[in-house]
Every structure is written in structure tokens, then in C-alpha cells.
């Protein structure tokens, strides 16, 4: 399945709930829920009653779609969460959050996980002081993740770097705004992840 590159306010939309796809006008006036809070298209406010395997495929999606991943990778994570003991639902979740692209997003590097996978392609920072561009690469507990000497010269880093001080970081993470870097305490349990998300559905969806 190709990315989506169409307007991701759409997806919002369709859901009925801020997926914050969109970085700071997520928060604004502009966003599309607070203007037209109904499905897109001439039919979007007609009232529908979904199957039970709608609803599924709808969380699968959704859960996808916030976390910018592609079905063939989401699938990967899902047989990943599968192995092992433990609940399948609260682990796929603490697989996509240990992404490098949803930690750079998490540390307030960028305002969306779509713009913290663009900066980690660039190659703007660095895995335990080793440069990489691969947004899927997953971190552990005690890895550091930082912005590259150079790219902190770039007008963008000098900008969220003033701005860092004013945001906040997940509990399992810190933040040390003068060396632009943060470090993973531990992964997350599923009470610290705060995502729109029921992974039961999506459990089930996988489960058929």
C-alpha cells in the first residue's frame, strides 16, 4: 500500500477525533474538527452503524495513520508484539512508540510525527552517538537520541531549541534542552502512552 499524501485533515475527519497529524494547527482555530467536525464528502453527515469488522479495520487504520506507518511495517510490529508473554495490544503500542521517529515527535523536536520522520531521513540525528536515517529503528531503555552538531547550526533546531523549555516530555523520557538530546528511561507501560487508540479492535482485526 503506497503512503497517503493527501490532506491529512481528511483523516481527522473521517475518525471524528484530533489525531494531531498536523503539528501546531491541531491546536488552533483552523483545525479541521473545531470547523467541520462530520465525515468528508456530500454523504458525511448521514449516520451510519458500522459492522464489527468495520469498526476493527477503522482502530487498524487509525492506529496506522497516527503513527505514519505503512501496512506492511504495521504487520511487522504486530508479529513482533505477538512473541512472547504479555498483553498483544499493550506491546505493539510500546513497539510504535519506541520508534525513533515517535521519540524525536515525543521529545518536542518536531511538532508531528510526520515532520520528526522527515528530519530523522535527513539525517539530523543521532542513535547513541551514531548518525541515522532510519525513523523505524527502535529504541531501547538508556539510549540517547540528539541532534547532530551540524544540523544544530540550522535556522529550524535554533528556533525549537528556544522552545523547547516550554514543552513537556512523556515520564519515561528526559529532555536536555542546552545539548539538544534526550534520553529513553524505560519503555513505556500502556497508562504513559496517551493515544486515541483502543488496541483490543486491532488485536482482534489480526486475530480473524
Not at 64 to 88: M, N, S
Request: proline share 4%; charged share 30%.
Amino acid at each position: 500500500m503506497a503512503r497517503y499524501t493527501g490532506p491529512v485533515c481528511r483523516i481527522c475527519r473521517r475518525h471524528g477525533l484530533k489525531l494531531f497529524l498536523k503539528g501546531e494547527r491541531c491546536f488552533g482555530p483552523k483545525c479541521a474538527i473545531e470547523r467541520r467536525n462530520y465525515a468528508p464528502g456530500d454523504h458525511g453527515q448521514r449516520r451510519r452503524k458500522l459492522s464489527e469488522y468495520a469498526n476493527q479495520l477503522k482502530e487498524k487504520q487509525k492506529s496506522r495513520y497516527i503513527y505514519g506507518v505503512l501496512e506492511r511495517q504495521f504487520r511487522k510490529h504486530y508479529a513482533a508484539a505477538d512473541r512472547g508473554q504479555g498483553a498483544t495490544g499493550a506491546k505493539l503500542l510500546r513497539v510504535l512508540e519506541s520508534r525513533l521517529d515517535n521519540v524525536v515527535y515525543r521529545l518536542g523536536f518536531a511538532d508531528s510525527r510526520r515532520q520528526a520522520r522527515q528530519l530523522v531521513r535527513h539525517g539530523h540525528f543521532a542513535l547513541n552517538g551514531r548518525r541515522t536515517d532510519i525513523p523505524s529503528a527502535l529504541v531501547k531503555a538508556s539510549d540517547t537520541i540528539s541532534v547532530m552538531p551540524k544540523a544544530r547550526q540550522l535556522e529550524y533546531f535554533k528556533i525549537v531549541q528556544d522552545g523547547l523549555a516550554r514543552k513537556a516530555v512523556p515520564n519515561w523520557l528526559t529532555l536536555d534542552v542546552s545539548n539538544m538530546s534526550g534520553q529513553v528511561i524505560a519503555l513505556p507501560g500502556r497508562d504513559e502512552i496517551e493515544v486515541p487508540i483502543n488496541e483490543q479492535l486491532v488485536v482482534e482485526f489480526y486475530s480473524r
